[in-house]
Structures are given as C-alpha cells and as structure tokens.
C-alpha cells in the first residue's frame, strides 16, 4: 500500500462526542458528591474514573491533576491498588505524550512494587498483562521487534491464564502485527488467524472487522491482492454490522488504492485473480473501482466531521 495511504489512515480517529463525555463527567462529579467521605477506597476509585475520563477527551492536565490526587489519598489510606492505578494512568499519559522512557520507567517500577507485595498470581496478572501489553507497543515504537515480541508475548500469556480471551485474543494480534513488521507474513497470518478464531465465539463485530483488516494488510505485503480486498470485504460486512463508520471508510481506502495499484497492470499483482475475473477487467475498471471505493470513504468521513467533534488523537484499527 501506498505510503500516502498510511499518512491518511493515521488521520482516521476514533472520535468522542463532547456531549457524551461530559455526561460520563458528570454523572462521577455526582456519585463521588453522594459518596460517604469515610469511604476511602471508593473516593479515590471514582477520582480515578474521572481521570480516565480526562484521559479520553484528551484533557491530559487535568487527568494528572487527578491522578496526583489519586495517588496521595491512596497513600494516605494505604491503599496500594489505587496508588498502582494512579502510577499506570500517569504512564499512559506519558505514551499518549510520546514520552516513552519515562512511561518505560514506571511501568517497570510497578512491576518490582507489584513482585514485593503478598498478592496471589492472578492479582498480579491483571496489573501486569496490559503493562506488558504497553511495554510491547513502545519497543514496538522504538522497532525493537525483539523486546516488543517478548512482551506482547508475556502479555499474550498471562490473559490465557487469566482466562480473558479477549486480552488473550488482543495479544495474538499484536504480536501478528510484529511478525508482520519483521517479515514473517506466515507467522503474522497464523497469529490473526488464531486472534479471529477466538473473536468469533465472542461475537464482536467491530473487534471482527479490526481483525481482517489487519489480515488484509498482510496479503497487500504479500501481494496477494485478491485475498486482501476479499479481507477488506469480510471487514466491512463486520464494520457495517458494528456500525463503525470509521471503518467502513478505512476499507474503501484501502480497496480503491489496491485497485490503483492493480491498474499499472503489473503480472506479478494480477497472478492472484483468475482468468475470468481478469477477462473482465481492464485498466479503467480499475481505475473506476478506485474512484467508487474512495469517493465512499470521502463521503462517509465528511459525514462524521458535521457532526462530531475530534478530541484525542488515538488509532483503534491500527492497534487493535
């Protein structure tokens, strides 16, 4: 695929509506007002809500100003899991700042607090297979494949034996994704394959629809571009049964530019379609194809911007 065409989908977000948001606000603002002030560990539960909600909006200021305050009531009170939640947001805040060395540090000083507290195996995991999972994205960041597969792999682990399939299913993907990234497009396939296969019995069809786009990418690598517009398909169907209209035009761009690229008629793109398919095809039916597909994403992105407000600048279909 066409480098433009990755520069375009990085600016394909995932929106919040403002209206929205500030009801979620809201409704915590009230519930920690109705909260009993002897109420410790709800009081800092609910502040760190709000400030995971901050997060969302892309209100970063405030989420640390919340999180500072979750972290002091925690240590006030002694109550650990809510000074560990306040350390991991601030982590996800330096991601989301590309400040990665200092998120990296964190993240480590969490698991060496969480190794030396008495808590059981299973505690531990659901700390530490989503920190493992960050870990991995930034050395993923850093293209330090090596260190990003062995996290996303330990992560990948734990939620299997946690028994969170979708986490589980999550980390297959991501380390598809690394594979995919090295040039292992078999083992990339063979991890999506496995992501998908445990999606399906959770039935998600956005969670679907992420899934084979990401496989479609892996047949473009590979050229095969046949199996990848059949991909992109399969992710639409789900994207429109999900209603996410992000990814439904996500997968008229890549389908129109597959199809521009199918018009320089090169043989080795074309081995993949049959004799039929090609016998009916010609260079401005391609071209035609093209122009259809991404005038719909046009369409369909022109749609959202009168009537969503973009806040936070995050790429779900590409991460997912």
């Known amino acids: 695929m066409k480098e433009s065409c990755y520069i375009f989908i990085a600016l394909?977000?995932?929106t919040f509506s403002a209206k929205s948001q500030n009801k979620?606000?809201?409704?915590?603002k009230i519930e920690l007002k109705n909260t009993d002030l002897k109420d410790d560990t709800t009081i800092i539960s609910i502040h760190y809500e709000i400030a995971s909600e901050l997060i969302n909006i892309g209100k970063y200021n405030d989420a640390i100003a919340k999180l500072d305050l979750t972290l002091s009531l925690s240590e006030k009170a002694n109550y650990f899991i809510g000074a560990t939640k306040a350390k991991y947001g601030r982590a996800n805040i330096h991601v989301f700042n590309s400040e990665n060395e200092e998120a990296l540090a964190i993240y480590s000083e969490i698991e060496e607090s969480l190794s030396n507290k008495d808590f059981t195996d299973s505690e531990k995991d659901q700390f530490m297979s989503p920190i493992y999972s960050s870990m991995g994205n930034i050395y993923d960041y850093y293209s330090n494949y090596g260190k990003a597969l062995e996290y996303h792999t330990k992560s990948m682990q734990l939620a299997k034996h946690q028994g969170n399939d979708i986490n589980y299913a999550i980390g297959l993907g991501n380390i598809a994704s690394i594979y995919q990234k090295t040039g292992d497009f078999d083992e990339a396939i063979e991890y999506n394959l496995k992501s998908i296969k445990i999606k399906e019995k959770e039935n998600s069809a956005y969670s679907l629809g992420v899934s084979y786009y990401n496989l479609s990418q892996i047949?473009?690598?590979?050229k095969d571009y046949q199996t990848e517009i059949d991909?992109?398909?399969?992710s639409q169907d789900y994207a429109e049964k999900a209603n996410d209209i992000i990814g439904i035009a996500l997968c008229n761009i890549s389908i129109g530019n597959t199809y521009l690229e199918l018009a320089d008629f090169d043989t080795d793109s074309l081995k993949y379609f049959s004799k039929k398919e090609l016998s009916l095809l010609n260079k401005n039916d391609f071209l035609e194809k093209a122009l259809q597909h991404e005038s719909k994403?046009?369409?369909?992105?022109?749609?959202?911007?009168?009537?969503?407000?973009?806040?936070?600048?995050?790429?779900?279909w590409l991460l997912y």
């Open 231 to 234: 991909m992109l398909k399969k």
């Open 24 to 28: 979620i606000l809201d409704s915590l």
């Open 12 to 14: 394909v977000l995932l």
């Open 219 to 222: 047949y473009n690598k590979k």
């Open 297 to 316: 994403a046009i369409e369909l992105l022109e749609s959202i911007m009168k009537f969503t407000t973009f806040h936070t600048l995050i790429i779900p």
